[in-house]
C-alpha cells in the first residue's frame, strides 16, 4: 500500500507543472524562443504550424503572464513584430524545464 500512496504523490506532483507553458502551442513558442535571442511573428508562426490568429492568442496569454516581450517596429516601411523571453520568462521555463525532469524521473 505504502507503494501506491508514493506513486499516487509523485503522480501528483505534475499538478505544480505550470499550466501557463505547459499547454502544447505555448511550450513550443517558449522552447523556440528559449534558443533564440528573439524571433520576428512570422518564424514562430512558420515553426510552429499555428495559424496568426491562433499565434496571437497564445502570444497575448504569454505575455499577460510576463513570460514574453513583443516589440512592433518598423524594418523599411514593413511593420514586424518581434517576440523575445522576458529574464522572467526564462527563468520560468527553466523552473519548468526542472520540474518535467523531476517528474519523469521519479514514475
Do not use: C, W
Given at each position: 500500500?505504502?507503494?501506491?500512496?508514493?506513486?499516487s504523490?509523485?503522480?501528483?506532483?505534475?499538478?505544480?507543472?505550470?499550466?501557463?507553458?505547459?499547454?502544447?502551442?505555448?511550450?513550443?513558442?517558449?522552447?523556440?524562443?528559449?534558443?533564440?535571442?528573439?524571433?520576428?511573428?512570422?518564424?514562430?508562426?512558420?515553426?510552429?504550424?499555428?495559424t496568426?490568429?491562433?499565434?496571437?492568442?497564445?502570444?497575448?496569454k504569454?505575455?499577460?503572464?510576463?513570460?514574453?516581450d513583443?516589440?512592433?517596429?518598423?524594418?523599411?516601411?514593413?511593420?514586424?513584430?518581434?517576440?523575445?523571453?522576458?529574464q522572467?520568462?526564462?527563468?520560468?521555463?527553466?523552473?519548468?524545464?526542472?520540474?518535467?525532469?523531476?517528474?519523469?524521473?521519479?514514475?
Open positions: 500500500m505504502k507503494t501506491e500512496e508514493s506513486l504523490e509523485k503522480i501528483q506532483s505534475i499538478t505544480e507543472i505550470d499550466k501557463l507553458i505547459h499547454e502544447p502551442a505555448r511550450l513550443m513558442i517558449m522552447a523556440y524562443l528559449y534558443v533564440v535571442e528573439s524571433a520576428d511573428f512570422l518564424f514562430i508562426m512558420r515553426q510552429t504550424g499555428l496568426k490568429g491562433n499565434l496571437s492568442s497564445h502570444l497575448s504569454l505575455e499577460a503572464g510576463g513570460l514574453i513583443i516589440k512592433k517596429e518598423f524594418v523599411g516601411k514593413i511593420p514586424r513584430t518581434f517576440l523575445s523571453l522576458s522572467y520568462g526564462r527563468t520560468e521555463f527553466e523552473n519548468y524545464q526542472r520540474q518535467m525532469r523531476q517528474f519523469l524521473e521519479n514514475i
